[in-house]
């Protein structure tokens, strides 16, 4: 899969609209607590909370669900109700495509253009140019991925956006059974 670059956007030095980039902080996401809904392969939804370091990613085509409470890592068949115990780490890689760094892409942002479009109720930037001979857009906010596409068609686009999180969304639900291997 493309290595997906993540931005910042939105005006300067305006918190409200412009968090702080994660690159600068050490955090994930600019933000503190957020969920983000998502056309890509089917619906997904990411939660997070403390600014990434709780994370849950729900797929509905698959039914699977990856949660860390930054302590703790599971992952879920929400079809069977059963989990297996996994590293945070592997949490933390599923995570990493909806990541941005503004630093990251600065760096390799030569031959882009920059536009700005409204996804998902936010003003995210937009990146287009050439990646491996594909002309490729990706855009974001907030140390958030909200668009990738690929000659036109995308990939992964964000449809839904708020800063609340559902109750409990970093624990096993009651009912679910331990798998082992």
């Known amino acids: 899969m493309l290595c997906v670059i993540l931005f910042n ?5 305006d918190p409200v609209n412009n ?6 902080s050490g955090n ?20 997070f909370d403390n600014n990434g370091s709780k994370l849950c990613i729900d797929y509905d085509i698959t039914s699977e669900r990856y ?8 992952i879920l068949d929400t079809s069977a109700k059963t989990y297996t115990v996994a590293k945070v780490a592997d949490i933390q890689s599923e995570a990493s495509m909806y990541f941005f760094k503004e630093s990251a892409f600065a760096a390799a942002g030569s031959g882009f253009t ?6 998902a109720g936010k003003s995210c930037s937009i990146y287009t140019g050439m990646v491996l001979g594909v002309n490729t857009s990706i855009g974001g906010w907030s140390g958030i991925l909200f668009l990738e596409s690929m000659d036109g068609s995308d990939l992964i686009r964000a449809t839904a956006f708020s800063e609340t999180i559902p ?6 639900p009651s009912g679910y059974t331990k798998q082992t291997n």
């Open 19 to 24: 968090p702080p980039d994660p690159s600068t």
């Open 28 to 47: 994930q996401f600019g933000i503190k607590t957020a969920t983000v809904t998502y056309d890509f392969i089917g619906t997904t939804t990411l939660y």
């Open 9 to 13: 956007s939105c005006k300067k030095n």
């Open 67 to 74: 949660i860390t409470d930054g302590t703790n890592a599971y």
């Open 114 to 119: 920059k536009s700005t479009q409204t996804i």
């Open 167 to 172: 109750a409990n969304i970093f624990s096993i």
